[in-house]
């Protein structure tokens, strides 16, 4: 992901680190 994202790269690696979990909850199911 690039851009302006430095004052909302918590934010940002929140929803990866979701996504992620929620991606890996699904191969596992």
Do not use: L, P, R
Request: glycine letters at 10%; one cysteine or more.
């Amino acid at each position: 992901m690039m851009g302006n994202f430095a004052g909302d790269e918590k934010g940002i690696n929140d929803v990866c680190k979701y996504n992620y979990c929620v991606m890996i909850k699904s191969v596992m199911i």
